[in-house]
């Protein structure tokens, strides 16, 4: 089976540099795209991916950098890819205030016939906890992650072994007891603000705590632009960087 996890992009919400973190996952029979932010369709077009080779995407929870490239995605889908619709992979729960809260603003448009998120993408309704099977090689299961107060927040087990964060504040018991000892994850990706207080995010200094055996399983991610001033700092951790490819056998 062969899974590889390519970065479209790895910089934090304000990065310039970096471009907004999200990352394609891809197998053989399936290529789904993990959020959607406005840097998004630039990276794929980099990488010379087209909006019709994605079969799906997740979102995980709605800040701009993870959700601002929809509205160009849901537009040229219809009006450049012939009508297609990719299908989207949320909760229930996300799906309504991605469109109340943030889509509708920009693609609702009744006269045409455009009322709702499913005029757009077909919408697959996740539940918490629970593995689904998206393709033969891909399966993929979220859990609910704490990133901002009343935030709805989901991280993803891909392939049951290998860990992608959203954003989210430090949680060393669900890393330790859950990700390492109960999945026994041999992948992580994980969002890294590399100084200040984390408030909403994990900082550099509080992954450092991990053990390291932990550590090294660990591709850091959602980093600011001083980056390259903490090559070296981060123990056995690894910085991730656009485009790069991990190929994740299982
Ligand atoms: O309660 C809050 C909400 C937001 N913020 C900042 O806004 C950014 C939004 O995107 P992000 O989640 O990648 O990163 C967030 C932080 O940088 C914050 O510091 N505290
Ligand atoms: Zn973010
Ligand atoms: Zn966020």
Not at 58 to 81: C, K, P, T
């Amino acid at each position: 089976m062969s899974l590889q996890i390519q970065m479209l992009g790895t910089g934090s919400a304000f990065s310039k540099l970096y471009y907004n973190t999200s990352a394609l996952i891809r197998t053989t029979d399936a290529t789904i795209l993990i959020d959607c932010g406005p840097t998004v369709p630039k990276s794929l077009s980099e990488i010379a991916i087209e909006l019709d080779q994605i079969d799906g995407i997740f979102i995980s929870h709605i800040h701009a950098d993870h959700i601002g490239g929809l509205e160009e995605v849901a537009f040229r889908l219809f009006y450049q890819y012939n009508r297609k619709r990719l299908t989207l992979y949320v909760t229930e729960a996300l799906a309504g205030v991605l469109w109340e809260n943030s889509l509708k603003g920009g693609l609702y448009n009744p006269e045409d016939g455009f009322h709702q998120l499913q005029d757009y993408f077909e919408l697959v309704f996740l539940q918490e906890r629970v593995p689904y099977q998206l393709s033969p090689e891909l399966t993929i299961e979220i859990v609910p992650t704490l990133h901002v107060a009343q935030k709805l927040n989901y991280s993803i087990f891909i392939n049951h072994r290998t860990f992608y964060s959203a954003d989210l504040q430090f949680n060393k018991d669900f890393l330790l007891n859950e990700v390492a000892h109960t999945r026994n994850c041999h992948t992580i990706f994980h969002d890294c603000q590399l100084s200040g207080p984390g408030y909403v995010h994990t900082t550099l200094e509080e992954l450092l705590t991990l053990p390291e055996d932990i550590q090294k399983l660990i591709y850091l991610m959602h980093y600011d632009d001083h980056m390259t001033e903490f090559i070296g700092q981060t123990g056995p951790m690894t910085f991730i960087h656009k485009h790069e490819i991990i190929k994740i056998s299982d």
